[in-house]
């Protein structure tokens, strides 16, 4: 199956195209760009150039996976938008994955538990903890880096850079989702061919912008 990747949940901006058989995934092309305020400008030209790289059109898609976050929600939007619009226009399945899952699927492996963090901004993180093998066991979260109590001491993701002092663990990598993460963590739906889950975004937090309440009265002077 020839996949295309999209992640928009941290400060990278990411976008590959991946082959996925019974053997395993191959990333054929990759483009990451880290720029938090850049993932609606990016996310786009990234998945045409990965594309254009691997030597395929978007048309020989057999499918697309994207993470759902936890990230903020402009962010998160963007490369989740353009996800469904690509599957939408292709008529292909679009798999959504935990962010922290396809980080998770990359870690440097010990023979102990591990977390993932990330950066959830307003001085938070958004977090998981792991085990061993790589499964989720807890998660995911978000709160301040001072309130994650853990006996688990090494971590993967940028979250878990910032913050190692305030959290006391060991950062490992990768700091970021990568294509070949992210298409590991769906993997088994892709050989399946099953029905995707919904295409829902991982916030754990309401937006920073909201609508107003109501019309602010005016009275003349």
């Known amino acids: 199956m020839l996949v295309l990747a999209i992640d928009t949940a941290t400060p990278a901006v990411t976008a590959g195209i991946a082959v996925v058989d019974g053997s395993g995934v191959v990333v054929r092309a990759e ?70 899952d396809a980080i998770a699927a990359e870690a440097v492996r010990t023979d102990k538990p591990f977390l993932v963090i990330t950066d959830a901004r307003r001085r938070e993180v958004y977090w998981a903890a792991y085990a061993a093998e790589g499964a989720r066991v807890d998660g995911p979260h978000v ?31 990768p700091r970021f989702p990568s294509t070949a993460g992210l298409v590991r963590t769906a993997r088994d739906e892709l050989l399946a061919r099953t029905e995707p889950k919904p295409l829902t975004p991982l916030y754990l937090r309401r937006p920073d912008a909201v609508e107003p309440v109501g019309r602010k009265r005016v009275t003349a002077p």
């Not at 880290?34 to 150039?49: K, Q, S, W």
């Not at 971590?155 to 490992?172: K, M, N, R």
């Open 143 to 173: 709160q301040r880096p001072a309130e994650l109590k853990t006996d688990i001491r090494v971590a993967a993701g940028d979250g878990a850079l910032t913050y190692a002092d305030a959290v006391g663990v060991v950062p490992i990598e």
């Open 31 to 100: 483009r990451v760009t880290v720029d938090a305020r850049a993932h609606g400008e990016l996310i786009t030209p990234h998945a045409l150039a990965a594309a254009e790289q691997a030597g395929v059109t978007l048309r020989e898609l057999d499918a697309i996976v994207c993470g759902v976050g936890p990230g903020p929600f402009t962010g998160l939007r963007a490369g989740m938008a353009t996800a469904g619009a690509y599957g939408h226009a292709l008529g292909i399945p679009v798999y959504p994955v935990c962010s922290l």
